[in-house]
């Protein structure tokens, strides 16, 4: 049984309202409502770290374990040689600093010794957007999806194994499938130029 098959992922959300708090360094982080989050990190310059199956597979396995931990319910994922995407939904989302320190400070931990490079600075900032709107949602579904695709990593997004696309496809009713494909990714605001 695959990783991907052993995570227990809803596949439709509820949407709540909205409200943000602007910090004065770095990006926003709104945090302070249950509900649906889509998050985008990047490695350190934008090195691609991730840059082999190995790499890939230990980052996907730790997310997914460190999403469990904090009580994260991924709903999408896509991990890339040097940035990765997920929504995923919370009713405690002020932990998130917590899930992604801890993901990051581990990650980076062993992939500076597969490197023998001890304290090498790996992750970079995080983005995160409160996601309030089904439509939405649905945009960035096929964002995250796309993503491997948009990179030109594969031609069919389902064939990336680091992507929850063929997840997506196989749990997901087709007809729910199709609407998500049928949304756009080209107006999707979300921090991406990797």
């Not at 932990?95 to 801890?102: A, P, Q, T, V, Y």
């Not at 999806?145 to 680091?162: D, M």
């Not at 696309?165 to 949304?183: C, E, G, L």
């Amino acid at each position: 049984m695959s990783a991907h098959s052993k995570m227990h992922l809803a596949i439709e959300p509820r949407f709540g309202n909205h409200s943000q708090m602007d910090w004065s360094h770095g990006p926003g982080h709104w945090l302070f409502e249950p509900g649906l989050y889509m998050i985008t990190a990047r490695t350190y310059q934008k090195l691609p770290d991730l840059h082999s199956p190995m790499r890939l597979d230990f980052f996907l396995s730790s997310l997914f374990n460190y999403a469990r931990e904090f009580e994260w319910n991924l709903r999408a994922w896509a991990t890339l040689p040097n940035h990765y995407h997920f929504i995923a939904a919370s009713s405690r989302p002020a932990n998130l600093r917590k899930f992604l320190g801890k993901l990051h400070m581990k990650t980076a931990e062993q992939l500076n010794l597969w490197d023998n490079t001890p304290g090498r600075k790996l992750w970079f900032q995080f983005w995160d957007s409160h996601i309030t709107f089904e439509r939405s949602y649905l945009a960035r579904l096929n964002y995250v999806h796309q993503n491997p695709v948009k990179y030109g990593l594969v031609p069919l997004a389902e064939t990336y194994q680091w992507c929850s696309a063929s997840w997506f496809i196989q749990n997901a009713p087709a007809a729910f499938v199709r609407t998500v494909k049928s949304f756009k990714t080209d107006q999707v605001n979300v921090p991406d130029d990797f």
